[in-house]
T-cell receptor
Framework: RKEVEQDPGPFNVPEGATVAFNCTYSNSASQSFFWYRQDCRKEPKLLMSVYSSGNEDGRFTAQLNRASQYISLLIRDSKLSDSATYLC?????????????FGQGTTLQVKP | DAGVTQSPTHLIKTRGQQVTLRCSPKSGHDTVSWYQQALGQGPQFIFQYYEEEERQRGNFPDRFSGHQFPNYSSELNVNALLLGDSALYLC?????????????FGSGTQLSVL
């Protein structure tokens, strides 16, 4: 089983739609989780951090289910500018900052 | 305040050649990590440098080596290039002991091996 798994998509949705991505992780000891956004072949940028059950930032909501070992990202009222690849990231439970374990990424395409 | 800078932005090499990629961390950061991102995949951790030493290493062969200089900048070297080494190489900087989300990525070097 991969350490972090995501459905690669692509997800094609109309503007204004609500879309959700799921991510599963294998290490039950993991404590923190992140969603990164990556535009076409550019650097990943941190979108949200998830430390407890969830986190909300405007149209974006991340939820954590420790029992089932998955995290989700919900995007409400999708905008054209939300089109990107969303990477699920699970740092190892121990160790320092630099090593992150990325999922394959889920591609979102928002259409007019 | 400059962020993480990488050079070159694009590079074309042929099989068997050697390549060196460079990274300058964000001001105030002392740790540099390197990632390889193949097309359609997420970034894969190569290794991390702190205090001029390799501290952690991912599942990459010895053909991949690195160096960190006293000014915290870093180089990634890949010897005997293979077609499969074609990827976006990302450098990320952080401060040792800092929060895990305080990791900043450079815009990457796109390496094509022909």
């Amino acid at each position: 089983r991969k350490e972090v798994e995501q459905d690669p998509g692509p997800f094609n949705v109309p503007e204004g739609a609500t879309v959700a991505f799921n991510c599963t992780y294998s290490n039950s000891a993991s404590q923190s989780f992140f969603w990164y956004r990556q535009d076409c072949r550019k650097e990943p940028k941190l979108l949200m951090s998830v430390y407890s059950s969830g986190n909300e930032d405007g149209r974006f909501t991340a939820q954590l289910n420790r029992a089932s070992q998955y995290i989700s990202l919900l995007i409400r009222d999708s905008k054209l500018s939300d089109s990107a690849t969303y990477l699920c990231v699970v740092p190892p439970p121990s160790g320092n900052t630099g090593k992150l374990i990325f999922g394959q990424g889920t591609t979102l395409q928002v259409k007019p | 305040d400059a962020g993480v800078t990488q050079s070159p932005t694009h590079l074309i090499k042929t099989r068997g050649q050697q390549v060196t990629l460079r990274c300058s961390p964000k001001s105030g950061h002392d740790t540099v990590s390197w990632y390889q991102q193949a097309l359609g995949q997420g970034p894969q951790f190569i290794f991390q440098y702190y205090e001029e030493e390799e501290r952690q290493r991912g599942n990459f062969p010895d053909r991949f080596s690195g160096h960190q200089f006293p000014n915290y900048s870093s180089e990634l070297n890949v010897n005997a290039l293979l077609l499969g080494d074609s990827a976006l190489y990302l450098c990320a900087s952080s401060l040792a002991g800092g929060a895990k989300e305080k990791l900043f990525f450079g815009s990457g070097t796109q390496l094509s091996v022909l």
